[in-house]
Nanobody, 122 residues
Framework: VQLQASGGGLVQAGGSLRLSCAAS????????IGWFRQAPGKEREGIGC????????YYADSVKGRFTISRDNDKNMVYLQMDSLKPEDTAVYYC????????????????WGQGTQVTVSS
């Protein structure tokens, strides 16, 4: 299983950023694909996930209405669109996969890749 996150960077508060996750090495439709983040000195925080098979999404309350997860099944890609970013969104963002529905958001996922840094300046 390989999950490669990209697209991080520095953005001002109120701005937007889109992260991409390239997934390979497993049957895309059989897993939830999603994101979690970890800021320095803080615990891992699940963000949300999508089921590539039917497109259903699930989000943590902290990002509902601001973050949107989508997928491109033809390319085995999942995206995290982040709008109205806040300084507290600053963290390393990780793409993850799990066969158990929604586990990415609430527990340590089955698989994850290298993260990408997102920094939101005030």
């Amino acid at each position: 299983v390989q999950l490669q996150a990209s697209g991080g960077g520095l953005v001002q508060a109120g701005g937007s950023l889109r992260l991409s996750c390239a997934a390979s090495g497993f049957t895309f439709d059989d897993y939830d694909i999603g994101w979690f983040r970890q800021a320095p000195g803080k615990e891992r925080e699940g963000i949300g996930c999508i089921n590539p098979g039917d497109g259903t999404t699930y989000y943590a309350d902290s990002v509902k209405g601001r973050f949107t997860i989508s997928r491109d099944n033809d390319k085995n890609m999942v995206y995290l669109q982040m709008d109205s970013l806040k300084p507290e969104d600053t963290a390393v963002y990780y793409c993850a996969a799990d066969q158990v529905q929604h586990r990415i958001v609430v527990l340590t996922p089955e698989y994850w890749g290298q993260g990408t840094q997102v920094t939101v300046s005030s």
